[in-house]
């Protein structure tokens, strides 16, 4: 355990999200966070789609964002199912191993943690993913909200 070694703290908990991605409670408040687990890779959010891309295996950004797309849009296509996060609002994508708290915080050799805005509005979401081959040289590992009625 990276805490304080009685419980495990928010880094403890995403590392132990078992599958593509899941949700675990953050912080005091009961907020949560939705986890893109499995493996570190470059990642970015696709508005449109409300999906976020995972870079496995790609020549270039834009054949891998085709990929994706051209997966998003396959019927066909085999999703497993990772729970259902509440969100407030935008959210923000970042790197596991930083405190949500030290964001906006320059580290002591200078620049800040990266992080990505995601404009997602507030709601209930049902988190599914998948990982999957495009074609022959570009692999994507995809993780969607789709919108729970109320």
């Given at each position: ?77 085999e999703w497993e199912e990772c729970g259902t996060w ?59 909200m789709m919108p729970i009625e109320s």
């Amino acid at each position: 355990m990276v805490g304080d070694a009685t419980a495990p703290d928010d880094y403890d908990r995403a590392c132990a999200v078992d599958g593509p991605a899941g949700v675990i409670t953050v912080g005091e408040n009961g907020a949560q966070a939705l986890v893109l687990a499995d493996e570190p890779a470059p990642s970015c959010f696709l508005p449109e789609h409300r999906a976020f891309l995972r870079w496995l295996a790609a020549d270039s950004e834009v054949e891998l964002k085709a990929a994706a797309r051209t997966v998003l849009a396959n019927p066909a296509t085999e999703w497993e199912e990772c729970g259902t996060w509440s969100s407030d609002g935008p959210a923000v994508l970042m790197d596991s191993a930083e405190a949500g708290s030290a964001l906006y915080t320059e580290h002591p050799g200078g620049g800040a943690p990266s992080q990505a805005s995601v404009a997602l509005p507030a709601g209930r979401w049902r988190i599914r993913a998948t990982h999957t081959k495009a074609d022959e040289e570009n692999w994507v590992r995809l993780v969607q909200m789709m919108p729970i009625e109320s």
